[in-house]
């Protein structure tokens, strides 16, 4: 455990100095080892205090993109995302209408909402944030597998099935496959592009569902700093079957990100996966 926390200490300590103090030769060397070092210290802390086999994770540096830790079997399999693929649905659709967004209001069950009572006045922000069916049921409607693909391209993921209609391209359903390896680096290319226009609201979604969203137990598990959350919840393909597979995309802490932490639970929605995801970032942080 002393050990644990010595490797965690010594990247925290390392993350947070100024980057002029860290470069040159020398000081990159340290950065490689504090790297290795807070890399085999989260392997071991989620390992030991996660060890249910239905908990799936990956676990990137944010900056360099480089996988720190990991527990999936064959991330590069494409598996349906679920919700995590609505940002890419969103910039889809933007590309078709200059990036203007529509106002909508959704009426849960009558509008094809998750939540039977509705999220009410939605806007890109707000569907982010509490992954409102209903508003992507709207911006889908006149897309097809073809307006999915180039966007999918353009951030290195599998594209739709090209019979993939409607809201198939927001990830409902098994017909729009991704591999979670592909997934985390176009998330961590969302990252990247936030001074666009598009991508900003996406971004501003996610801290809004982890401060009230379906991403909230992430922002209640690590308080001071909070994060950016992508919630969903996907077809199960695990081989015990389970009604859906909740997941979590969570970059922490929130303003300016550190690492990037995915997390799949077999057989729960992608709530309660955002639970685990916070659980897991604050032992990262202890």
Same mark, same amino acid.
């Given at each position: 455990?002393?050990?644990?926390?010595?490797?965690?200490?010594?990247?925290?300590?390392?993350?947070?100095?100024?980057?002029?103090?860290?470069?040159?030769?020398?000081?990159?060397?340290?950065?490689?080892?504090?790297?290795?070092?807070?890399?085999?210290?989260?392997?071991?802390? #989620?390992?030991?205090?996660? +060890?249910?086999?239905? @908990? %799936?994770? =990956?676990? &990137?540096?944010?900056?360099?993109?480089? !996988? /720190?830790?990991?527990?999936?079997?064959?991330?590069?399999?494409?598996?349906?995302?679920?919700?995590?693929?609505?940002?890419?649905?969103?910039?889809?659709?933007?590309?078709?209408?200059?990036?203007?967004?529509?106002?909508?209001?959704?009426?849960?069950?009558?509008?094809?909402?998750?939540?039977?009572?509705?999220?009410?006045?939605?806007?890109?922000?707000?569907?982010?944030?509490?992954?409102?069916?209903?508003?992507?049921?709207?911006?889908?409607?006149?897309?097809?597998?073809?307006?999915?693909?180039?966007?999918?391209?353009?951030?290195?993921?599998?594209?739709?099935?090209?019979?993939?209609?409607?809201?198939? #391209?927001?990830?409902?359903? +098994?017909?729009?496959? @991704? %591999?979670? =390896?592909? &997934?985390?680096?176009?998330?961590?290319? !969302? /990252?990247?592009?936030?001074?666009?226009?598009?991508?900003?609201?996406?971004?501003?979604?996610?801290?809004?569902?982890?401060?009230?969203?379906?991403?909230?137990?992430?922002?209640?598990?690590?308080?001071?700093?909070?994060?950016?959350?992508?919630?969903?919840?996907?077809?199960?393909?695990?081989?015990?079957?389970?009604?859906?597979?909740?997941?979590?995309?969570?970059?922490?802490?929130?303003?300016?990100?550190?690492?990037?932490?995915?997390?799949?639970?077999?057989?729960?929605?992608?709530?309660?996966?955002?639970?685990?995801?916070?659980?897991?970032?604050?032992?990262?942080?202890?």
């Amino acid at each position: 455990m002393v050990t644990v926390k010595r490797a965690i200490l010594l990247m925290v300590v390392l993350l947070l100095a100024p980057i002029s103090s860290r470069s040159g030769p020398a000081t990159d060397h340290l950065e490689i080892s504090h790297t290795s070092l807070f890399a085999q210290g989260a392997a071991q802390a #989620l390992n030991q205090d996660f +060890p249910d086999p239905d @908990i %799936s994770f =990956l676990l &990137l540096d944010a900056r360099s993109r480089e !996988l /720190l830790a990991s527990r999936w079997d064959r991330p590069d399999i494409p598996i349906p995302t679920g919700s995590l693929a609505k940002p890419f649905a969103a910039l889809a659709y933007g590309g078709h209408h200059d990036f203007q967004y529509p106002s909508h209001t959704c009426r849960g069950t009558p509008t094809g909402c998750w939540r039977p009572g509705g999220h009410g006045d939605v806007d890109l922000v707000s569907a982010i944030a509490f992954s409102c069916n209903s508003y992507f049921r709207v911006l889908t409607e006149d897309l097809n597998a073809a307006d999915l693909s180039q966007t999918a391209d353009h951030f290195g993921i599998e594209p739709p099935d090209h019979s993939a209609t409607g809201m198939e #391209l927001a990830g409902l359903g +098994p017909r729009w496959r @991704i %591999s979670p =390896l592909h &997934l985390v680096r176009a998330y961590l290319d !969302l /990252l990247r592009k936030r001074d666009n226009p598009a991508v900003s609201q996406i971004l501003a979604g996610m801290a809004r569902s982890a401060r009230e969203g379906t991403g909230a137990e992430v922002d209640r598990a690590i308080g001071p700093g909070g994060a950016l959350v992508k919630t969903g919840t996907a077809p199960c393909t695990e081989a015990r079957p389970a009604p859906g597979d909740g997941l979590a995309v969570v970059f922490a802490p929130a303003q300016e990100p550190r690492i990037l932490l995915m997390v799949r639970v077999h057989g729960v929605p992608g709530s309660r996966a955002a639970r685990v995801a916070g659980q897991m970032v604050r032992r990262i942080g202890e």
